[in-house]
T-cell receptor
């Protein structure tokens, strides 16, 4: 079945530590996105990528980094510079950056601070 | 700037009642798309419907129906004869071209609890 796989489902970070969240898709989609979800808030865009080897900052990129070396993979690193990383992180993809197709979402990763 | 408002934070209904989730949006563009997604406890957002700004026809799909009114910038979602499986957080989203890509803005979500 085609879809988006996020791992791990739960992740704990120590102070001063960088952690990486994995996102893999086998939908052959060009565009991929990372969102952060906090209680009572909508999804906020962290980074997006329209094509391999290219990515752009979203609304809340500070303290995060990404890479897009392969079409199917878009890992997100939460760096120690992100002082409030506790949240639910969702990865999404879309077949093309433009157009009206809906985004497909993974199951999410819940990140907490130890 | 685009904005999506879902004023209802949480709604509780008894099973078999009808329920309407409100969504109001703001945009300066004439071409845009509106979406509804469902987020069950598992966390994944599931796509429900897409509507473009030129199509104001209401739509019905089984127990779900959507009312799109450009005059009031609203895109409301009604569940008829609600069921326990409808319990989830529902997000309304607005998509338009911004800076050369399709920017999607989500509302804050409405948590629906259907009580058996």
């Amino acid at each position: 079945d085609g879809g988006i796989t996020q791992s791990p489902k739960y992740l704990f970070r120590k102070e001063g530590q960088n952690v990486t969240l994995s996102c893999e898709q086998n939908l052959n989609h060009d565009a991929m996105y990372w969102y952060r979800q906090d209680p009572g808030q909508g999804l906020r865009l962290i980074y997006y990528s329209q094509i391999v080897n290219d990515f752009q900052k979203g609304d809340i990129a500070e303290g995060y980094s990404v890479s897009r070396e392969k079409k199917e993979s878009f890992p997100l690193t939460v760096t120690s510079a992100q002082k409030n990383p506790t949240a639910f992180y969702l990865c999404a993809s879309r077949d093309r950056p433009q157009g009206n197709q809906p985004q497909h979402f993974g199951d999410g990763t819940r990140l907490s601070i130890l | 700037a685009q904005k999506v408002t879902q004023a209802q934070t949480e709604i509780s209904v008894v099973e078999k009642e009808d329920v309407t989730l409100d969504c109001v949006y703001e945009t300066r563009d004439t071409t845009y798309y509106l979406f509804w997604y469902k987020q069950p406890p598992s966390g994944e957002l599931v796509f429900l419907i897409r509507r473009n700004s030129f199509d104001e026809q209401n739509e019905i799909s089984g127990r779900y129906s959507w009312n799109f009114q450009k005059s009031t910038s609203s895109f409301n979602f009604t569940i008829t004869a609600s069921q326990v499986v409808d319990s989830a957080v529902y997000f309304c989203a607005l998509s338009e071209i911004s800076g050369g890509y399709q920017k999607v803005t989500f509302g804050t979500g409405t948590k629906l609890q259907v009580i058996p």
